[in-house]
């Protein structure tokens, strides 16, 4: 199985600041990598797919870069609504796998 | 707008068959291009795919849980299932029915269900 790690497990920061979440993958992945984001107790939504693609109707201010085993989930200017738990998710090969996830906390 | 809602019991006895299905609105579960999949979330950690389904009927399962777990479809209530045989606490977990969009190699989960709590104890 492709193991996806990610850093940091938690990152506390506030509104207005720019952040940039890590994936790392264990073998190389192209850029098969999606990223979710996730709100207590709500299901995960797709923010990027395919590395750097963004999803119809995600803010802008949302991006994703990467290729081959590191990929970076940058948010240009944090907003009220962006404090959640991000995932990415390698869709390389099966098993399709996640990272533990990214928590971002209002400091 | 499509959208995806699980549905089944809460509770299941260990031992047991979790079973659960996804009902489908807004759009045809027969669409070309589109694999449905389950994937589960245990409390407080992290998401673990479970499988996938096309609507012809092909699968594909995650090795871990291959051995006890069957997706089926039914296309003519814009449903599928997932049962999941032999359960044991470790199967407690949210369980989310997504899309699962393939376009060439590229996959992803968009939209998903809200989830549904299963806690497996007697």
């Known amino acids: 199985d492709i193991q996806m790690t990610q850093s940091p497990s938690s990152l506390s920061t506030s509104v207005g600041d720019r952040v940039t979440i890590t994936c790392r993958a264990s073998?190389?992945?192209?850029?098969?990598l999606n990223w979710y984001q996730q709100k207590p107790g709500k299901a995960p939504k797709l923010l990027i797919y395919?590395?750097?693609s963004l999803q119809s109707g995600v803010p802008s201010r949302f991006s994703g870069s990467g290729s081959g085993t590191d990929f970076t989930l940058a948010i240009s200017s944090l907003q009220p609504e962006d404090f959640a738990t991000y995932y990415c998710q390698q869709s390389y090969s099966t098993p399709y796998t996640f990272g533990q996830g990214t928590k971002l906390e209002i400091k | 707008q499509l959208q995806l809602q699980e549905s089944g019991p809460g509770l299941v006895k260990p031992s047991e068959t979790l079973s659960l299905t996804c009902t489908v609105s807004?759009?045809?579960?027969?669409?070309?291009?589109?694999?449905w999949g389950w994937i589960r979330q245990p409390p407080g950690k992290g998401l673990e795919w479970i499988g996938s389904i096309y609507y012809g009927g092909s699968t594909y399962y995650n090795p871990s849980l291959k051995s006890r777990l069957t997706i089926s479809v039914d296309t003519s209530k814009n449903q599928f299932s997932l049962k999941l045989s032999s359960v044991t606490a470790a199967d407690t977990a949210v369980y989310y029915c997504?899309?699962?969009?393939?376009?060439?190699?590229?996959?992803?989960?968009?939209?998903w269900g809200q989830g549904t709590l299963v806690t497996v104890s007697s």
């Open positions: 073998q190389r992945i192209s850029s098969y």
């Open positions: 997504a899309r699962h969009r393939i376009s060439g190699i590229a996959n992803w989960f968009d939209p």
């Open positions: 395919a590395a750097s």
């Open positions: 807004g759009g045809s579960i027969s669409s070309s291009g589109y694999y």
